[in-house]
T-cell receptor
Framework: DQQVKQNSPSLSVQEGRISILNCDYT??????FLWYKKYPAEGPTFLIS?????DKNEDGRFTVFLNKSAKHLSLHIVPSQPGDSAVYFC??????????????FGQGTTLQVKP | GAGVSQSPSNKVTEKGKDVELRCDPI?????LYWYRQSLGQGLEFLIY????????KSGLPSDRFSAERTGGSVSTLTIQRTQQEDSAVYLC????????????FGAGSRLTVL
């Protein structure tokens, strides 16, 4: 039962253009969502997050959008840079006391930004 | 320490042998998680420790897998009688007791079972 899905295994964009990575989830109880970036031979690093009470969160070139009715979130990177080439994982969790805080991850999307 | 430290970074073993993977979380982080990433797959939750509470072992794939956390700090993941399907990168993560659910990951231990 894949509760968090990233249906695009890979994405290729030109430097300077926008990268849009998508993620769908099935559990409507999830209330906190995150994006992680992973380079080869390194652990995932936190990129940006969003609470379910919001529909948008922005941090520099990175913006995450949340559509609760569609159970869908997306990560926008603009402008894309070659250094953004990595595997991007979306993750969801149940926040608050009484929950373990464990993250449920999607399968990842490999982003390639071409110079 | 400054980050989550894992050892060994690489481990090659023969089928049937036992392996131990170690995780040293960020100092002061009370919550510790183990995940694994098999080739081409996402991160699969294995086990969670929080302070002195009973661990959440719901993600352990079989009884060959076990983990402990001594003194609320260092954790060891043990895989007994390893199988080829156990080959994966095993990732440890930690976070503080309160605040946002942002996990900080180590670089992982790559396990190859021949």
């Amino acid at each position: 039962d894949q509760q968090v899905k990233q249906n695009s295994p890979s994405l290729s964009v030109q430097e300077g253009r926008i990268s849009i990575l998508n993620c769908d989830y099935t559990n409507s109880m999830f209330d906190y969502f995150l994006w992680y970036k992973k380079y080869p031979a390194e652990g995932p690093t936190f990129l940006i997050s969003i609470s379910s009470i919001k529909d948008k969160n922005e941090d520099g070139r990175f913006t995450v959008f949340l559509n609760k009715s569609a159970k869908h979130l997306s990560l926008h990177i603009v402008p894309s840079q070659p250094g953004d080439s990595a595997v991007y994982f979306c993750a969801a969790s149940l926040h608050g006391s009484g929950n373990t805080g464990k993250l449920i991850f999607g399968q990842g999307t490999t982003l390639q930004v071409k110079p | 320490g400054a980050g989550v430290s894992q050892s060994p970074s690489n481990k090659v073993t023969e089928k049937g042998k036992d392996v131990e993977l170690r995780c040293d979380p960020i100092s002061g982080h009370t919550a510790l998680y183990w995940y694994r990433q098999s080739l081409g797959q996402g991160l699969e939750f294995l086990i969670y420790f929080q302070g002195n509470s009973a661990p959440d072992k719901s993600g352990l794939p079989s009884d060959r897998f076990s983990a402990e956390r001594t003194g609320g700090s260092v954790s060891t993941l043990t895989i007994q009688r390893t199988q080829q399907e156990d080959s994966a990168v095993y990732l440890c993560a930690s976070r503080p007791a309160s605040g946002a659910n942002v996990l900080t990951f180590g670089a992982g231990s790559r396990l190859t079972v021949l």
